[in-house]
């Protein structure tokens, strides 16, 4: 098992085997959640909102936030698939409201706040503080915000650990894991299921968790 400081390598070797195309489409339960509970792309003050994407891979989530007016900081660690992001931004005229940044988030992390936090699927087989990454992600997070995060809470049949035997959290224990204290609303804390769709087109049902929270202050 490689440890936190192949995060860059592992990677960046991943994004350069994976098909470019792949990862480029909205996260449905992404998309889902954030056109219930954050529907127009604008923060507390009516600016145009900021949104920063943390582990966003090929885009797809910083892409379609961008196109809904957000302006997005787009946070990975692999620098072909930041390059990916830029390039599709470009392409799709947005390339003013996607910002690619390379973190290393077991390391440093983005300044500033935003108005929309999203985690999404931000696991790794790395060995790296992830408790403490969402505890920063919570930190990040404007007054008047939103906190996403969608985890799995099963494997699909084509992840690299569908034969391991893992024990996922269930919604509440993330939500306790970020130890949060007054000041804050939940909006979602739940596990839906869905079919997902794999990277050659295979499909299966796939549990996720979702929690959702408004920053109240």
Known sequence: MPTDTDSA???EQHYARLDGAWG????PVVAEAVTALAPEARGASGAPGTALD???GHGGDALWLA???WDVTAVDVAPTALDRVAE???AAGVADRVHPVAHDLARTFP???FDLVGAAYFH???DIPRD???RRAAGAVAPHGLLLIVEHASFAPWSWRSEDEVRFPTPDETLASLRLGDGWRVERCDAPQRTATGPQGQTATVTDNVIALRRNT
């Open 67 to 69: 196109a809904r007016g």
């Open 111 to 113: 300044a500033g706040t």
């Open 24 to 27: 480029t489409h909205p996260n």
């Open 124 to 126: 790794t087989p790395l």
């Open 88 to 90: 599709r931004a470009r």
């Open 9 to 11: 390598a592992f990677w």
């Open 132 to 134: 403490a990454v969402l």
């Open 54 to 56: 943390l582990g966003c």
